[in-house]
C-alpha cells in the first residue's frame, strides 16, 4: 500500500501579494470617494445655508463692470456666423493640403494652411467687422472672455520677447569678450534673484506711473506720445481697398508657399514661414501704393484731458509685460547656455576645419545640436510664464485671476468661477505643452 504524498498548504490569503494589492487599491477608492462625497455634502449644505446657488446660469447676466483693458472679440451675431464657418473652410482645406505632403512636403503643406487660415481671419476682420468691445452691459462670459485675450496678448508677446532675449543673453553668456560675458552674468544674477511680483512693482510704480501728466507728455517725433497714463502709439485703421489688399496678400503668400514646396521641400518650415509672410507683407505693401484708400494710420491727438486716436499701451500692460519677459530671459538664457556648453568641443573643431567662421559655427553646427538639449526646459519657462501672468491682479491688469475676483464679487458663484479659471489655465497650459512637445519631436528625429 503507497503512501500518497500530500501537498504542501499554499501560501496564507492575506500573503498573497495580489490579494494585498487588490485591498489596498480598493480601500482607497472607497476612501477617496468618501471624502470627495463629504466635500460634495458639506460645500451643498454650506451653499444652502446662505442661499447662494449653484449652476452656470448667472454667465449670461449683465456683468455690470467695467475693464481698463480690452480686446475687441467676435459677437454671436450673422457676420460671426460667416466667420465661423470660413474658419472651418480654411481648417478644411489645410488638412487637405496635408495630404499632398508628399508632393509638396509637410512645410510647404502647413505653410500654406497656415496662410490660408491668417488670411481668412484678416479678410473677415476686414469685410465683417463683428467684434465688439467688452462694455458693463455686456455679460459675465463676455468678460471672462475678454480677460481669456487679455492674459493670451500678455503671454503670447511674452514668450516671444523672453526667447529672442533669453537666446541673445545665453549665447553672450558665452562670449570671448569678458566685458559682454560679464554684462550677461550680471543680469542673470539680478533678474533671477529677484522674485518676479517685486520687478512688477518696480516697472509700474517706480518706472511708469512715475513718468509726467498728459499735459506734460513726452512727444516722440510727433506721431507718438508717452505718459503715465500710458504710450500712445499710431494705429493702422483699414479703409474700403483694404479687403481688396488682404486678397492680394492671400494670393502672393499663397504662390510663395506652392512655389518654395514645389522648387525647394525640404526647406526648413521656419524659412519657408518667413517666405510666405514676406511675400505677403511686400504685396500688401505694393498693392497700397496703387491703392491709397486701404490702410490709413491714425495719429493720437491730445483732446481735452487725454489722447484719442491710435492705440495705448497701457502701464499695467507695460509692467507685467516687463516683469514676465525680463524674469523669464534670464532663466531661458542659462538653459540656453548649459545647451551651448552640452555641445562637445569636437563639433566647433569639425566646423572650423570646414571653413566655417564663428557666426556660421554658431548657426549651423551648434545651436541645431544645443535646441535638443535646450528644448524640454524651455517648455517649463513657457508654462510659467503663462501661469505667472496672474500676477497682474497685483497692478489691476484685468487677467483671468482679476476677473474672475470681480465676478465672484458681483455674483457669490466662487465654485464655478474658480473652475473656470482653472479650466482654462489648464487649457493654455496644455496647448503650449503640445505645441512646443511637438517641436522638440520634430527637431530631435530631424538631428538623429
Known amino acids: 500500500m503507497s503512501a500518497t504524498a500530500e501537498r504542501p ?22 476612501a477617496l470617494v468618501a471624502v470627495a462625497w463629504l466635500a460634495y455634502r458639506t460645500t451643498a449644505d454650506n451653499l444652502a445655508r446662505r442661499r447662494i446657488g449653484v449652476g452656470f446660469g448667472f454667465l449670461s447676466r449683465e456683468a455690470g463692470f467695467s475693464l481698463g483693458e480690452m480686446l475687441p472679440l467676435p459677437v454671436p451675431d450673422g457676420r460671426f456666423g460667416l466667420f465661423a464657418l470660413s474658419l472651418v473652410a480654411a481648417a478644411l482645406v489645410a488638412a487637405a493640403l496635408k495630404g499632398l505632403a508628399g508632393r509638396l512636403g509637410s512645410g510647404g503643406a502647413l505653410a500654406i494652411g497656415a496662410a490660408l487660415c ?21 455679460s459675465f462670459l463676455f468678460a471672462i472672455a475678454t480677460a481669456l485675450a487679455n492674459t493670451v496678448k500678455v503671454a503670447a508677446l511674452g514668450i516671444v520677447l523672453a526667447t529672442v532675449l533669453g537666446f541673445l543673453i545665453g549665447i553672450a553668456r558665452l562670449a570671448a569678450n569678458p566685458l559682454v560675458r560679464g554684462t550677461a552674468t550680471v543680469y542673470v544674477e539680478i533678474f533671477r534673484n529677484v522674485p518676479l511680483l517685486i520687478q512688477v512693482f518696480f516697472w509700474y510704480f517706480a518706472v511708469l506711473r512715475t513718468l509726467p501728466g498728459v499735459r506734460a507728455s513726452i512727444d516722440v517725433l510727433g506721431i507718438a506720445a508717452i505718459n503715465n497714463r500710458g504710450i500712445f502709439l ?45 511675400s505677403g507683407a511686400a504685396a500688401v505693401a ?71 567662421d564663428r557666426a556660421q559655427t554658431l548657426r549651423l553646427v551648434i545651436l541645431p545640436q544645443a535646441l535638443r538639449i535646450a528644448v524640454p526646459p524651455l517648455i517649463s519657462q513657457y508654462l510659467s510664464l503663462t501661469k505667472d501672468s496672474s500676477l497682474g491682479i497685483a497692478i489691476g491688469y484685468p487677467e483671468i485671476v482679476s476677473v474672475t475676483g470681480q465676478v465672484i464679487n458681483q455674483t457669490g458663484q466662487a465654485i464655478e468661477m474658480l473652475v473656470i479659471a482653472l479650466l482654462i489655465y489648464m487649457g493654455l497650459s496644455l496647448g503650449v505643452s503640445a505645441v512646443l512637445n511637438w517641436y522638440n519631436a520634430r527637431i530631435r528625429w530631424s538631428l538623429v
Open 9 to 30: 498548504p499554499g501560501p496564507r490569503l492575506w500573503r498573497n501579494r495580489r490579494v494585498r494589492l487588490a485591498v489596498f487599491q480598493a480601500g482607497f477608492a472607497i
Open 118 to 138: 491668417l488670411a481668412v481671419l484678416l479678410a473677415n476682420r476686414a469685410l465683417n467687422p463683428g467684434f465688439e468691445s467688452f462694455a458693463p452691459d455686456r
Open 286 to 356: 505694393g498693392g497700397a501704393l496703387v491703392l491709397p484708400d486701404g490702410f490709413a494710420l491714425e495719429y493720437p491727438r491730445l483732446t481735452g484731458f487725454n489722447f484719442s486716436g491710435g492705440m495705448v499701451i497701457t502701464p499695467e500692460y507695460g509692467a507685467l509685460l516687463l516683469g514676465l519677459t525680463l524674469y523669464t530671459a534670464a532663466y531661458i538664457a542659462e538653459i540656453v547656455r548649459s545647451g551651448l556648453a552640452g555641445v562637445g568641443r569636437g563639433q566647433t573643431d569639425a566646423a572650423e576645419a570646414l571653413g566655417l
Open 234 to 278: 499710431p494705429r493702422l485703421v483699414p479703409g474700403d481697398a483694404a479687403a481688396t489688399l488682404v486678397a492680394i496678400g492671400l494670393a502672393a503668400a499663397l504662390l510663395a508657399a506652392l512655389f518654395v514646396a514645389l522648387r525647394a521641400p525640404r526647406l526648413s518650415l521656419l524659412r519657408t514661414g518667413a517666405i510666405v509672410l514676406a
